[in-house]
């Protein structure tokens, strides 16, 4: 849905910025069945990154849904693991594309869905650790400007 001019004009919720750090507790690459969308760009960025032709990367680490590209699931105890997550000997999320990963996890959490109410920001915590540290005070500061350039990558 495109946004309003009001939407983009009026100072959101979070203008003075937000506290965030991911502790690679990896729960944003598992979960639920989902979708992790990718584009042409990324396609090729990620298959050279495995050292694939893109075409075998997509027959084995890809599925395509209503014409757009997703990367694979992997089921592990009973919950859909990214085809790309691992896990260190500490239980540590280890994403093996992370240089390369799709622009839907490289803006996550500042998608728009998250932000467009305080709730929902407070919502994403709680499967989020790294929101959570944010609001107890810890983590990195986010300035509104990289807040909005993330959101606005978010892939719809
Ligand atoms: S859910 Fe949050 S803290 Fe956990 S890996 Fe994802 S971004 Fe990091």
């Not at 997509?58 to 691992?86: M, P, T």
Request: aromatic share 10%; net charge neutral; charged share 25%.
């Amino acid at each position: 849905m495109p946004r309003s001019d009001q939407s983009v004009r009026s100072a959101p919720w979070y203008a003075q910025g937000l506290r965030f750090r991911c502790t690679q507790c990896g729960n944003c690459c598992t979960g639920p069945t989902g979708f992790v969308w990718f584009d042409m760009d990324e396609l090729t960025a990620m298959a050279e990154h495995v050292g694939l032709p893109a075409t075998t990367f997509l027959r084995r680490h890809a599925r395509k849904i209503d014409g757009r590209w997703s990367l694979n699931e992997r089921q592990v105890n009973g919950q859909y693991d990214c085809v790309f997550l691992q896990r260190d000997d500490e239980g540590k999320a280890l994403c093996t594309i992370y240089p390369v990963r799709p622009a839907q996890c490289r803006t996550w959490p500042f998608w728009p869905e998250n932000l467009e109410t305080a709730d929902d920001w407070f919502d994403a915590a709680k499967t989020c650790p790294g929101i959570r540290t944010g609001l107890e005070g810890g983590g990195d500061f986010i300035p509104l400007k990289h807040i909005r350039i993330q959101r606005d990558r978010t892939p719809s």
